[in-house]
């Protein structure tokens, strides 16, 4: 549901490639700085990826890294927004808009510096919660993911994480299950799932969910606790709430559910065991009572998304 504005303010989904590495900046500073025009040069292109990725770049090569890691003054004490992005930047309706597209931009000229901005990085993903935290951490498993310092990040990232608050901890793990290959990636995951599946089995899903793309044998140990969601036990009268939903009453009395301002027309029950079914289903096409409830819900989930889904996960 989020994804458009996810990607619009400079996210990207989980297990995407990251871009072709680009040469280190040629480092030729400004003779009179004003970094709060470097900033707005690559906030401006935020609708456009490659283009807000091109605009960090040339930036980063105009400024030396002295000057670039101030541009972390500007995280919560945001340039004016230029009148001529306003129109643009309104209609995504969230507060905060301007201030998480000029952090996007921030962290992308850094991005930029590779090994250079590593220090920095570690001072703001490894800091006080903030925000900043988890997009620090996500440009750390970018260069990581790039064989920048991959085993020295994934250490770090493995001893502090288990700290994070947990509005942190889960786009962090987001992050990090994009590093294929390394071992300790899925250990770290793993221990995680541990932590947080006891407490609520969908957070549990959610970091399996993570686990499985690059690491699919490791996730395959835990099938039956994907199947038991499935199932539906341990969710039964799982309040919405809980999962973030929003609830409106009309003059009659009828709750209808909402996410991100997206109705949700099937229950929320159902919503977990079809992503736990066909969770199983991606690492294992050999059950027969996953494979009946696959194709049940092929035919009866209340979420046209749903059947879908479904629908091109049997094309595999």
Same mark, same amino acid.
């Given at each position: 549901m989020f994804k458009k504005l996810l990607k619009a303010l400079g996210f990207s989904p989980a297990g995407t490639s990251t871009e072709s590495t680009p040469q280190p900046p040629d480092n030729?500073?400004?003779?009179? =700085? $004003?970094?709060?025009? /470097?900033? &707005?040069?690559?906030?401006q292109e935020f609708e456009d990826s490659d283009k807000f990725k091109e605009a960090a770049y040339?930036?980063?090569?105009? =400024?030396? %890294?002295s000057s670039a890691k101030e541009l972390t003054q500007y995280f919560h004490n945001t340039p004016p927004e230029p009148e001529a992005l306003k129109s643009k930047t309104k209609k995504y309706g969230l507060l905060g808009v301007w201030m998480s597209i000029c952090q996007n931009?921030? /962290?992308? &000229? *850094?991005f930029n510096y590779k090994a250079q901005a590593i220090p920095t990085l570690y001072s703001i993903g490894f800091g006080e919660y903030d925000w900043t935290q988890y997009k620090a951490i996500d440009v750390l498993c970018r260069l990581a993911k790039d064989g920048i310092e991959t085993d020295a990040i994934v250490k770090n990232i +493995?001893?502090? &994480?288990?700290? %994070?608050? #947990?509005?942190?901890?889960?786009?962090? =793990?987001?992050s990090l299950a994009t590093i294929p290959d390394n071992n300790e990636v899925s250990k770290i995951i793993l221990k995680m %799932? $541990?932590? @947080?599946?006891? +407490?609520?089995?969908?957070? +549990? *899903? @959610?970091?399996?969910r993570l686990l499985a793309f690059n690491y699919p044998i490791e996730a395959k140990s835990k099938l039956s606790f994907i199947k038991a969601i499935a199932k539906g036990e341990g969710i039964e009268n799982r309040s919405p709430f809980l999962d973030g939903a929003v609830?409106?009453?009309d003059q009659e009395g009828n709750e209808t559910y909402s996410m991100g301002g997206q109705e949700i027309e099937g229950t /929320?029950?159902?919503?977990?065991?079809?992503?736990?079914a066909t969770l199983y289903f991606f690492l294992d096409q050999e059950d027969s009572?996953?494979?009946? *409830?696959?194709? #049940?819900w092929e035919h009866h989930a209340k979420e046209e998304g749903h059947r879908n889904m479904i629908v091109e996960l049997k094309k595999r």
């Open positions: 030729q500073p400004e003779k009179e =700085l $004003d970094l709060a025009e /470097f900033l &707005i040069e690559v906030a040339l930036v980063a090569n105009r =400024l030396e %890294f931009a921030i /962290f992308e &000229i *850094l +493995g001893e502090k &994480i288990q700290d %994070f608050r #947990y509005e942190a901890a889960m786009p962090s =793990l987001e %799932f $541990d932590e @947080y599946a006891d +407490g609520d089995p969908i957070d +549990g *899903l @959610y970091i399996l609830v409106s009453v /929320f029950e159902e919503t977990h065991r079809i992503t736990a009572e996953i494979n009946q *409830l696959i194709d #049940y």
